[in-house]
């Protein structure tokens, strides 16, 4: 037992440690495009790992994720348009975050009172509905989306520069996984599993159900929010495509790839889906049909996904 402590704990230090030596490493080395790739790669892992905790935790399989995700991002384009360039990250981020965890809360305490194929056609519904209303909005860009002069700012450092934005997002995409973590291994984490695996019966012992449930969704569309702000500043750019279905579809298949219900699911899935797509895009411009037999492979050989293997062999 304590040399599989050792081990985990060795582990957890080395990649610690490559992800904060990457982007100087990459700079030294002329590769600085591969930085924006690594933040982006950490922005979708949030995303991903919101929708985890919906999925993996509590098995309710969401389409509408793409909402909360863009309209955390139109927070800081809307800012950026009405208030001025460069808004301080510490309003529009964490009002990115408040406005995610509100529409979480709206859509939830509707569609959690569908369970299955009626949840996802509803979330799915919600999502569409509101990827209407901002292509119809013509004052901040309706079709076009936003374009942001400069990325939000924060006092002492200059998000301008990709370094110093991978090692903001690299810091809140670590605590995010560390606090989805502890959340999983929580009581809240246990009831929400129990329900996941036996809602009637969990009723019965007096839980109230759609509350955890609703709880959940909200905190998974805080982080959302939080995911569509980071993803504004690394484009300074917003559209409606951000809350389009496919988004939340390719945020699904991160979470299987990655492995549900774990903890680092969403990072694994995250970083896979993206190289995997920065690899095979470099032979073919069909290299989705290629990612569809991985996701099979996956789906058949290894079904917790890739961190499940690393967890198993653990």
Not at 15 to 22: H, P
Not at 280 to 294: E, K, M
Request: proline share 3%.
């Amino acid at each position: 037992m304590i040399g599989a402590t050792t081990r985990r704990h060795g582990a957890t230090l080395a990649a610690i440690a490559v992800a904060l030596a990457f982007p100087l490493l990459a700079r030294a080395l002329g590769q600085e495009f591969y930085v924006g790739f690594a933040s982006r790669v950490l922005i979708l892992a949030l995303l991903a790992s919101s929708l985890n905790l919906v999925v993996g935790l509590g098995g309710m399989v969401s389409l509408g994720h793409a909402a909360l995700f863009g309209a955390g991002a139109y927070v800081v384009g809307i800012a950026a348009a009405e208030i001025g360039p460069g808004t301080s990250a510490l309003l529009t981020w964490p009002l990115a975050m408040a406005a995610g965890a509100l529409l979480a809360l709206l859509i939830g305490a509707i569609s959690l009172r569908t369970h299955g194929v009626y949840f996802i056609m509803i979330t799915l519904a919600f999502a569409q509905m509101v990827y209407y209303v901002f292509v119809s909005l013509k004052t901040w860009g309706g079709d076009d989306g936003l374009s942001l002069a400069r990325r939000s700012s924060l006092p002492g450092l200059s998000l301008a520069d990709d370094v110093a934005f991978y090692y903001v997002v690299l810091a809140l995409c670590a605590a995010a996984l560390v606090a989805l973590a502890r959340l999983a291994r929580s009581r809240f984490g246990v009831v929400l599993v129990g329900i996941r695996d036996n809602e009637p019966r969990m009723a019965s012992l007096g839980y109230p159900t759609f509350r955890f449930k609703l709880v959940a969704f909200v905190i998974s569309g805080a982080l959302a929010g939080l995911a569509g702000a980071l993803m504004a500043n690394q484009n300074n750019f917003v559209s409606p495509n951000m809350m389009h279905w496919e988004q939340s579809g390719v945020a699904l298949v991160m979470v299987i790839l990655g492995g549900l219900a774990s903890p680092w699911g969403g990072l694994a899935g995250a970083a896979a889906f993206l190289v995997l797509e920065e690899v095979l895009s470099a032979f073919t411009r069909h290299w989705q049909i290629a990612l569809g037999v991985i996701l099979l492979l996956v789906v058949f050989f290894a079904p917790r996904g890739i961190a499940g293997v690393f967890e198993r062999r653990r």
